[in-house]
């Protein structure tokens, strides 16, 4: 069994706890943007794009026995970064699970109060439409 979304989470938490300084989450961030897999230029089209990001997201979401599988990519260092964490937290899980999860990392971790009002915006546009695919996928396989 994989772990979930709340394990997930509070593993964010404790990385980035480990570091004193917002630069040094802002590096660890950037980090993880790098390793993010680039999204296939087929999927970078306006239909994919993220609606209320400053920069450019694409997002994609697939649906197999009820566990939704999540690609995305930025053209933006740092929000590649946070793209990669939203998907660490929600990639392979079950709708359900998405749909009722909180997004308590953003806040405990300090994102929330740190990140750019417009980044912030951003990230919650990410996060809504996250859990969009994640109810149209609940329905869809009713």
């Known amino acids: 069994m994989s772990e979930s979304i709340k394990e ?3 593993s964010i938490i404790e ?3 480990l570091f004193d300084e917002w630069n040094d989450k802002y590096e660890y961030i950037i980090e993880l ?3 993010l897999p680039k999204l296939d230029e087929v999927h970078k089209v306006d239909a994919n794009l993220i609606k209320g990001c400053q920069s450019s997201v694409w997002l994609i979401a697939s649906e197999k026995d009820g566990i939704i599988h999540f690609e995305a990519e930025s053209d933006a260092v740092i929000v590649k970064g946070l793209v990669s964490l939203l998907l660490r937290v929600f990639n392979n899980q079950p709708a359900s699970e998405i749909m009722n999860a909180d997004f308590n990392f953003i806040e405990e971790t300090g994102l929330s109060r740190h990140l750019a009002q417009t980044r912030s915006n951003g990230l ?7 859990k969009f695919y994640a109810m149209a996928y609940s329905v869809k396989g009713n």
Request: charged share 25%.
């Open 8 to 10: 997930i989470q509070q």
């Open 15 to 17: 990385e980035m706890a």
């Open 33 to 35: 943007g790098k390793k």
């Open 124 to 130: 919650l546009s990410m996060v809504k439409q996250i």
